[in-house]
């Protein structure tokens, strides 16, 4: 293989420096350069060796960051700068719209807690899975059913949208999102969800208790009421009593 191509390669390269290249495009500058010597295994070693001459970073498989081989810059920097980047990459290439950030991700953004969790929860219609959006950092999947039915659709109108850098995401709003939170709750395992919980119901003027009631009625969260009219009546005993009405009209009382 001419070392040329190389040398070529390196200065297109060049250009997107700072940013991510996906493999394809990578593969469609190479097939340029080559022409009709291009191969994908010729592809693959030339990109074997930019990553090795510190010309890229691997960050995902098929996604890097170009870099200067003298910049300094650690996996963990780059996950910080462009997360969001590759997650709205991953929910629109697999699920287009049909999806939203849900329970403590979407609280904590309602907060502006923009910071990156180990794994960000993501309601949609189609499947139940755990994958890797970048290093160690996972989506999980999830899906609102009961009895066959899907449930998505129904919580599309109780979502909103937030700007995270120039991505846009849609996120459960408020009231969704607390009953959310309180789905798979665990008082003993689970102590961030709850503190947090517990700081916005202190402050319930921003909650809207119609909105609580008309998800309530979808039939889907009489668990999640409960545990939070348990951390009502510690936090605020004025909500407490409107949760303890919608309870009594809407859902059931429940140990919980």
Known sequence: MRNSYLQDLIKKII??????????????????????????????????????????????????YVKSPDENISEEDIIDVRYRKILHGHCKKSYNKARYIWALKALELHYNNFSIPETILVINQKKQ?????????????????????????????????????????????????????????????????????????????????DTITKIIKLGKHHTSINRLYKIAKEANKTFASQLHEIIKRYSFFLDV
């Open 15 to 64: 250009k997107k420096q700072w940013k991510l290249i996906y493999s394809t495009e990578l593969k469609k500058m190479i097939s340029t350069l080559m022409k009709n010597s291009y191969t994908d295994t010729k592809a693959y070693k030339l990109i074997y060796y930019l990553k090795n001459r510190w010309h890229l970073i691997s960050i995902k498989k098929e996604i890097f």
């Open 129 to 209: 899975s755990k994958e890797m959006v970048v290093a160690t950092k996972a989506i999980q999947f999830k899906k609102y059913t009961a009895k066959g039915e899907n449930y998505r659709s129904k919580f599309k109108k109780y979502t909103t949208k937030i700007k995270m850098g120039k991505y846009s995401f849609s996120i459960a709003n408020k009231e969704l999102a607390l009953l959310e939170c309180m789905y798979n709750h665990d008082d003993l395992l689970d102590s961030q969800t709850r503190n947090l919980v517990k700081k916005v119901i202190k402050r319930s003027s921003h909650l809207d208790t």
